[in-house]
Nanobody, 119 residues
Framework: QVQLVESGGGLVQAGGSLRLSCAAS????????MGWFRQAPGKEREFVAR????????DYADFVKGRFTISRDNAKNTVYLQMNSLKPEDAAVYYC????????????WGQGTQVTVSS
């Protein structure tokens, strides 16, 4: 069983920055890829970023490339999402998740943290 707790969300003006954190429990954390997703009201959940177990490989959705950075600190069992140059369309609940297979199967999810971007 894995538990994930997101934090760092809040209110920010367009063009501002936030750093989201995802604290995970579980011995397998350091060997699992992790992902960030977001879901805006009335919208489907969408992929934002992914990072492999070592942190050496990352993938990003096109709409965040150059603005968001995913990273991890396995010693702290924490994954981060640095969000810069935020846009109103970035407003959503952001979730972290564990890719238990390494092939895009996200089994464990946090409860999410709200990001609100004002224009």
């Amino acid at each position: 069983q894995v538990q994930l707790v997101e934090s760092g969300g809040g209110l920010v003006q367009a063009g501002g920055s936030l750093r989201l954190s995802c604290a995970a429990s579980g011995r397998t954390f350091s060997r699992n890829a992790m992902g960030w997703f977001r879901q805006a009201p009335g919208k489907e959940r969408e992929f934002v970023a992914r990072i492999n177990w070592s942190g050496g490989n990352t993938d990003y959705a096109d709409f965040v490339k150059g603005r968001f950075t995913i990273s991890r600190d396995n010693a702290k069992n924490t994954v981060y999402l640095q969000m810069n140059s935020l846009k109103p369309e970035d407003a959503a609940v952001y979730y972290c998740a564990v890719d238990t297979t390494g092939r895009g199967t996200y089994t464990y999810w946090g409860q999410g943290t709200q990001v609100t971007v004002s224009s």
